[in-house]
């Protein structure tokens, strides 16, 4: 299995057969700024996007229906540059469960404003690992293996270093695409640079934070809350050497961006010491909701 719960009894799992696939995901494609009276090919791509992302198999592991990782892709079409030539965003969602609740904690949430690509009506999407691939394929495929990687980090401590190299391949393999976000210097905030994060053993605290925040963290949650509550801001508070040496990188800023709002939940149950240590360290590392992290002291 890819990751099975230390709670999860043998019983449980023969009870489930393996579906092969790693991806549960709901995908949509919008075209509200497209002026056509034929969208249907928007359609057609959404189904194909649907199918690319659940059919294809990321991994060697072996998934249960119940173990498939939930995620999202939301397409937003912005200009129909041809008959067959699109710009677009695409934003990307994963959460993973936590134990004994019906809660699930959200693990990525990225905006990425650089998607152009080629589709024609009825097209099947289709990766080669080991080429370079059209650049709707690309992005997708490259998003799958970073969807995969950090839910493997929070079940096990680096647990997606293969996922990440693997999404680092194809960012090396799109370095000649004319399509923007592969390269390092067209901004701060791009595939290039987040692959660069992830792989980079300088970012290593970022990744080690999705374990010891979810497995010590929010998986004892509902048990042990205090021991809970401290595990996960110790893993917080072990982001500081990555903050000194680069503030205001780029991986920082997605955890943040992806967990702000649960963070401000968990610690309205902390101590009130901890409270008001957890409210400086948040609002130094993420200034940007620091007005937000206030709002810990009025949770109970």
Known sequence: ??????????????????????????????????????????????????????NTRWTNDQFSNQERIECSIQINVTERVSSDEFKATIQIQ????????????????????????????????????????PNLVAVLAYYAYIIIGMDYDSFSSLGGSAYFQKAQSIVSNMQN??????????????????AENLNNPVYRP???????????????????KDDAINAIAESIEGLRPVFNDKPGNYLMQSLFFAKSDEIVNVFGGAFPETKTRMINTLSEFDPANGTKYQGILNKK
């Open 177 to 194: 695409s004319p399509e923007k976000g592969w390269r390092a210097f067209e901004g701060s905030r791009n595939r290039y640079w987040l």
């Open 206 to 224: 970022v990744r080690t934070l999705l374990y010891e925040y979810h497995r010590k963290g929010m998986d004892i949650l509902s048990d042990k």
């Open 94 to 133: 994963s959460r993973r469960p936590v134990y004994k609740t019906s809660y699930y904690s959200p693990i990525i949430s990225l905006n990425d404003e650089n998607l152009q690509f080629r589709y024609i009506e009825f097209q099947t999407l289709e990766f080669n690992e080991s080429a370079t691939n």
């Open 1 to 54: 299995m890819k990751k099975i719960f230390s709670f999860i009894t043998l019983s449980m799992l023969a009870a489930f057969a393996a579906s092969g696939q790693e991806l549960n995901c709901n995908v949509s494609v919008l075209s509200p700024q497209i002026q056509s009276s034929d969208k249907k090919v928007f359609t057609t791509l959404q189904t194909a996007i649907y199918e690319f992302m659940n």
